[in-house]
C-alpha cells in the first residue's frame, strides 16, 4: 500500500501536473493552427514571458509592502492572463498580420515564429537576467499531506490550483465552442475559412479571440509550472517538444484532441521514467529466491525523459499522422 | 427596373482574363440561369458578382447603386447571398449551426427566420443536430442554401445548386427554389442540368470562352434549335 501511495506521488501526482502544462500549451497551438494555419513555434516562449509576467508584478507588489494570505502569483492570475492575451495580440500584429495581409505561405509564418522565439528568448534574458527565480515572494509554497493510514498523499498548492484551473478552463474553452456565436465562428473559419469568408464572419475578430485564449492558457501554464519549479529563461522553450508532440497525438487543430493528448504525453512521460522496482518489491517474499528484482526498473532513465515525448510524436507521425482523435469534435 | 445587372464585366485570376465582357440582366423577382460548358466562366461571373474576383473592366450595378469590386461583407450587408460550387456547408457544425452561422452579421433575433428556412426544408429539422458533413449530397445543398437564406437575401447567387445529386433530389432542390422565388428573391444560379433548370428560368444567359453566346427567356432558349445542338446535347 505504501508503494501503491509512493507510486500516486511520484507518478500519478507528477503526471497530471506536466500533462495540464502540456494541454493547456497545446490547446493554445492548435486553435492557433485551425485559425491561421501554421505551427507557432513560439508559443513556449509566450508562456515563459506570461510566468515573467507574474513574477515581475508579484515582486512589485512586494516591494510596495503588499501581502496576501496566498503567493501573490497566483492571486494575480486574472491580470497576468490578461496582460499576456494582450502581449500575444501585440506579437500577432506586428510580425504574423503583415505577414498575412501580403498572402505569405504557412511556412513563411512557421519560420516568422521561430524568429519570435529568438528574439523572447534574447529579450527574457536582457530584462530578467540568465538565472532561476523563487516565484514564492510573500507566502511559501503550501504542501498538502492528505492522510490514508499508511504512506501520505503530498501534493503541493500549486499543483491543485493547477489542475483545477486546467479543468475549468477546458470547460470554459468548451462552452465557449458550442454555445457562443464567436466560439462557433471560430470552429467554422477552422473548417472552412473561404466560406466563413462568404457568410461575412470577421476574420479579425476571430483571430483575435484565438491569441485570447492561446495567451491567457499560455500564462497560466508557464506561470503554474514556474512555481512548480522554478522561473527560468528556458522554463517552456524545453517542453516545446512534448506540447507539439500532444498537438499533434491529439489531431492539429482539435482541442479537446490536444487537452487528452498533454494528458497522455504528460503521463507517459512521468510513467516511462518512474521506477517499477518500488511497486515490484513487497512481492520479493513471494519471488524464488533467484527471481531478485532489479534496483531500477524504469522504462527510460530519467535524464531521458524528453525522449519519451519525441518517441510518441515519430511513431504518431508515422502510424497515425492525422493524430488519435481524426474527424470527432473540432 | 433592373435589381441586378453586368455590363460588359471583364474579370479574372492573377493574370489570365476569364470574363471577357459579359452582360446580365434581372428584375427583381426573376429566376436567372447561366449555363455553358466547363471552364466557361460560369462561376467567375456568380463571384465576380459577390466581389470575389477582381473586376478589371466594367461594371455591376445592384438595385441603381454601382458594387463593383466591392467587398463580400459589404454585399451581404446589401442583401447579396452566394453559394459556392463545392464546400458549401461547415461539415463540422450541426445543421443548426451552419444556418446560424449564416445569421453571423445578424444582431436581430432571427428564431423565426430560422422556422421559416426549416419550413422550406423540411428534412433538414429531424437532422439539425448532426455535423452536416454527415448529411446526403441533396441534404448539404439545402444546408447551403438555408445558410444564404439567413440573410433575408434580396439576391441569391446559387453555384450548381444540383451538382452530382440523383434526379429525384435535383427536382426536390428546383421546387425548393422556385418556393425561394415565390417568396420575392431574385435568383441568378448556374447549372449543368441546363434543361431542367431553363424549364423554370425566367431569362437564360448562354455562356462560353466568358462572353454572352445566346441570350433570351429560358423557354425561348429551350426551342432554340441551335442552343439545343451546341449546349444542351441535341
Ligand atoms: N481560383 C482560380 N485560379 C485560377 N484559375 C481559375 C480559378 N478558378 C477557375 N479558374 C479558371 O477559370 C476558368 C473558368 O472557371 P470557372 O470556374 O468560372 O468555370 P465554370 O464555367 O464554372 O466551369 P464548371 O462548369 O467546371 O464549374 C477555368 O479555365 C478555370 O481553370
Ligand atoms: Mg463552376
Known amino acids: ?330 | 427596373m433592373s435589381l441586378i445587372s453586368l455590363s460588359q464585366v471583364e474579370a479574372g485570376y492573377g493574370g489570365a482574363s476569364i470574363l471577357n465582357g459579359v452582360d446580365l440582366e434581372l428584375n427583381a423577382g426573376e429566376i436567372g440561369v447561366i449555363v455553358g460548358p466547363n471552364g466557361a466562366g460560369k462561376s467567375t461571373m456568380l463571384k465576380a458578382m459577390f466581389g470575389l474576383v477582381k473586376i478589371s473592366q466594367g461594371t455591376v450595378i445592384f438595385d441603381g447603386e454601382d458594387i463593383t469590386n466591392l467587398a463580400p461583407e459589404n454585399l451581404s450587408r446589401r442583401g447579396i447571398a452566394f453559394v459556392p460550387q463545392e464546400n458549401n456547408v461547415f461539415r463540422t457544425l450541426t445543421v443548426h449551426e451552419n444556418l446560424e452561422m449564416g445569421a453571423y452579421v445578424r444582431r436581430d433575433d432571427y428564431s423565426a427566420l430560422l422556422d421559416r428556412v426549416y419550413d422550406i426544408f423540411p428534412p433538414l429539422k429531424a437532422k439539425r443536430n448532426q455535423p452536416a458533413g454527415e448529411l446526403s449530397g441533396g441534404q448539404r445543398q439545402m444546408v447551403a442554401v438555408g445558410r444564404a437564406l439567413m440573410i433575408e437575401p434580396r439576391l441569391i447567387l446559387l453555384d450548381e445548386p444540383t451538382a452530382g445529386l440523383s434526379p429525384l433530389f435535383m427536382s426536390e432542390i428546383f421546387d425548393r427554389i422556385l418556393a425561394i422565388n415565390a417568396t420575392g428573391v431574385t435568383v441568378a444560379m448556374v447549372e449543368q442540368n441546363a434543361r431542367q433548370a431553363l424549364a423554370i428560368a425566367h431569362k437564360g444567359f448562354v455562356l462560353a470562352q466568358g462572353r454572352n453566346r445566346f441570350t433570351d427567356s429560358g423557354s425561348a432558349l429551350l426551342a432554340d434549335p441551335e442552343v439545343a445542338k451546341s449546349f444542351l446535347g441535341g
Open chain 1, 1 to 330: 500500500m505504501n508503494e501503491l501511495i509512493f507510486f500516486v506521488n511520484k507518478g500519478l501526482v507528477g503526471g497530471l501536473v506536466i500533462g495540464s502544462i502540456y494541454a493547456l500549451g497545446a490547446v493554445g497551438v492548435t486553435l492557433i493552427f485551425g485559425i491561421l494555419r501554421f505551427a507557432h513555434f513560439a508559443h513556449g516562449d509566450v508562456m515563459t514571458a506570461g510566468a515573467f509576467f507574474a513574477y515581475a508584478l508579484a515582486a512589485l507588489l512586494t516591494a510596495f509592502g503588499f501581502s496576501a494570505p496566498l503567493p501573490l502569483a497566483i492571486l494575480l492570475l486574472p491580470v497576468v492572463m490578461a496582460a499576456t492575451a494582450v502581449f500575444a495580440i501585440g506579437i500577432d500584429r506586428v510580425f504574423y498580420e503583415p505577414l498575412r495581409a501580403r498572402g505569405a505561405r504557412p511556412v513563411v509564418l512557421v519560420m516568422a515564429s521561430i524568429g519570435v522565439t529568438l528574439m523572447l528568448q534574447g529579450l527574457i534574458r536582457l530584462i530578467g537576467g540568465t538565472g532561476a527565480r523563487d516565484m514564492y515572494l510573500n507566502a511559501p509554497k503550501a504542501i498538502y499531506r492528505i492522510p490514508t493510514g499508511f504512506r501520505d498523499i503530498v501534493i503541493t498548492q500549486p499543483q491543485v490550483i493547477l489542475i483545477a484551473l486546467t479543468i475549468a478552463s477546458v470547460v470554459a474553452l468548451h462552452l465557449f465552442l458550442t454555445r457562443s456565436r464567436l466560439g462557433k465562428a471560430m470552429r467554422a473559419v477552422s473548417d472552412n475559412p473561404d466560406l466563413a469568408r462568404v457568410t461575412g464572419i470577421s476574420l479579425k475578430t476571430v483571430t483575435k479571440a484565438t491569441w485570447i485564449i492561446g495567451g491567457s492558457l499560455a500564462a497560466l501554464a508557464g506561470t503554474m509550472l514556474a512555481m512548480d519549479v522554478t522561473l527560468k529563461p528556458d522554463l517552456a522553450y524545453n517542453i516545446l517538444l512534448p506540447i507539439f508532440a500532444a498537438t499533434i497525438l491529439g489531431g492539429i487543430g482539435q482541442p479537446y484532441g490536444a487537452v487528452a493528448g498533454g494528458y497522455l504525453v504528460g503521463l507517459s512521460e512521468t510513467l516511462a521514467v518512474f521506477n517499477f522496482s518500488v511497486l515490484l518489491r513487497p512481492l520479493q517474499p513471494i519471488l524464488p529466491a533467484s527471481w531478485e528484482i532489479p534496483a531500477n526498473l524504469s522504462f527510460v532513465p530519467t535524464e531521458y525523459r524528453l525522449v519519451v515525448p519525441f518517441f510518441i510524436l515519430v511513431v504518431v507521425l508515422i502510424y497515425r499522422p492525422t493524430g488519435i482523435f481524426k474527424g470527432r469534435v473540432f
